[in-house]
T-cell receptor
Framework: GQNIDQPTEMTATEGAIVQINCTYQ??????LFWYQQHAGEAPTFLSY??LDGLEEKGRFSSFLSRSKGYSYLLLKELQMKDSASYLC??????????WGAGTKLIIKP | DTAVSQTPKYLVTQMGNDKSIKCEQN?????MYWYKQDSKKFLKIMFS???????INETVPNRFSPKSPDKAHLNLHINSLELGDSAVYFC?????????????FGNGTRLTVT
């Protein structure tokens, strides 16, 4: 079956760096997305990776290893507003998105 | 200038009632979706429409009926509401299908069935 695994919850300190991991198993693969979802709000797009390697976008970077079925989202210089859930979603061979349950990130002062 | 807007934001109703949720997008996207997010936060695709035509219809009770009058609108009608229908329903849109275009979500409709 198709599956996404990511940690349920993580805690980090303001100003620090945190890495949120995601492993996926899909029938075929057409890329991996990261979304941010603040409590009570809509998910918003952060990044898309389809080739191996690191994509940097400001304080946020996303990494993909297709051979390992693995991705991570790296958040630097954490701010209180980064407290949110981070959703990993892999796109299968039919371009269907398989979603993880999200990682709730708690930032402490 | 809201990109994807859905109404209402909150919906509290009793079992057995029929209700509708409306969604509109002004992004010029071809594809629209309905997702259900349950208490465990999993996002589950319910329906997808491309240019007003149904392209995805996941295993959803036939009490749920989407309607797309044009490619900018995708409404969701729910008959005979049940307790298990309580969830947050998100409308979303993307440019085309079968590609890597990201989804743009509406702010969600929190449905509570009592």
């Amino acid at each position: 079956g198709q599956n996404i695994d990511q940690p349920t919850e993580m805690t980090a300190t303001e100003g620090a760096i945190v890495q949120i991991n995601c492993t996926y198993q899909t029938s075929g693969f057409n890329g991996l997305f990261w979304y941010q979802q603040h409590a009570g709000e809509a998910p918003t797009f952060l990044s898309y990776n389809v080739l191996d390697g690191l994509e940097e976008k400001g304080r946020f970077s996303s990494f993909l290893s297709r051979s390992k079925g693995y991705s991570y989202l790296l958040l630097k210089e954490l701010q209180m507003k980064d407290s949110a859930s981070y959703l990993c979603a892999a796109m299968d061979s039919n371009y269907q998105l398989i979603w993880g349950a999200g990682t709730k990130l708690i930032i402490k002062p | 200038d809201t990109a994807v807007s859905q109404t209402p934001k909150y919906l509290v109703t009793q079992m057995g009632n029929d209700k509708s949720i409306k969604c509109e997008q002004n992004l010029g996207h071809d594809t629209m979706y309905w997702y259900k997010q349950d208490s465990k936060k999993f996002l589950k695709i319910m329906f997808s429409y491309n240019n007003k035509e149904l392209i995805i219809n996941e295993t959803v009770p036939n009490r749920f009926s989407p309607k797309s009058p044009d490619k900018a609108h995708l409404n969701l009608h729910i008959n005979s509401l049940e307790l298990g229908d309580s969830a947050v329903y998100f409308c979303a849109s993307s440019q085309g299908t079968g590609n890597s275009s990201p989804l743009h979500f509406g702010n969600g409709t929190r449905l509570t069935v009592t």
